[in-house]
């Protein structure tokens, strides 16, 4: 006995020809969903969602491939590799720019800011005291979130299969 939701994924696929993706019983939405971009039906690949976002985000926030979360994602520092070394999925679609360093400076600055007028009306240090372990901080900080939310980034624009992300074809399974 089929629930309403894999009947009409199961029509759906029959109609498209396009082959289900994951699970019939995993995220399956029951209703039919248009798709915002192309204004039809979404196609079975469309509705299935094989990327679940949050979990993504949290592999791409550790600097990880955000497909299978062991893959290393960057090549040095800021470099985003080409391939996941584990999976092989493409991540060289990714278009992340200056996002990563707008949130960093949208963090950092939040927390630093308040800290400097907080140790500032508390504590009145030294000037040269005050200028030198915030400039440490900020940069430390700065460097800590820089590459981590460049991971985010990275996550979240596969996940939405942003860009080229939706064209991945013949990959290995995430073992
Ligand atoms: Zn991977």
């Not at 995220?27 to 990327?51: F, G, Q, Y």
């Not at 470099?79 to 679609?93: G, Q, R, S």
């Not at 800011?113 to 240090?125: D, S």
Request: aromatic fraction near 8%; hydrophobic fraction near 40%; proline fraction near 9%.
């Amino acid at each position: 006995m089929l629930c309403p939701g894999q009947e009409i994924q199961l029509r759906r696929v029959a109609a498209t020809g396009i082959p289900q993706v994951g699970p019939l019983n995993g995220h399956v939405r029951d209703s039919i969903r248009m798709n915002k971009l192309t204004a039809r039906p979404e196609t079975a690949a469309e509705t299935v969602d094989d990327r679940p976002m949050k979990p993504a985000m949290f592999r791409g926030f550790r600097r990880r491939c955000p497909r299978c979360g062991k893959g290393k994602i960057f090549n040095g520092y800021l470099k985003v590799v080409d391939h996941c070394p584990v999976c092989d999925e493409d991540l060289h679609h990714h278009r992340a720019d200056d996002g990563p360093a707008y949130l960093t400076i949208l963090i950092v600055g939040h927390i630093m800011a308040p800290l400097l007028l907080i140790v500032f009306i508390k504590f009145r240090p030294e000037p040269l005291v005050l200028a030198g372990f915030f400039m440490v901080g900020t940069v430390a900080l700065s460097l800590y979130f820089l590459p981590r939310l460049k991971g985010l980034v990275v996550a979240i624009q596969w996940s939405r299969r942003m860009g080229g992300f939706g064209e991945t074809v013949g990959l290995r399974p995430p073992s």
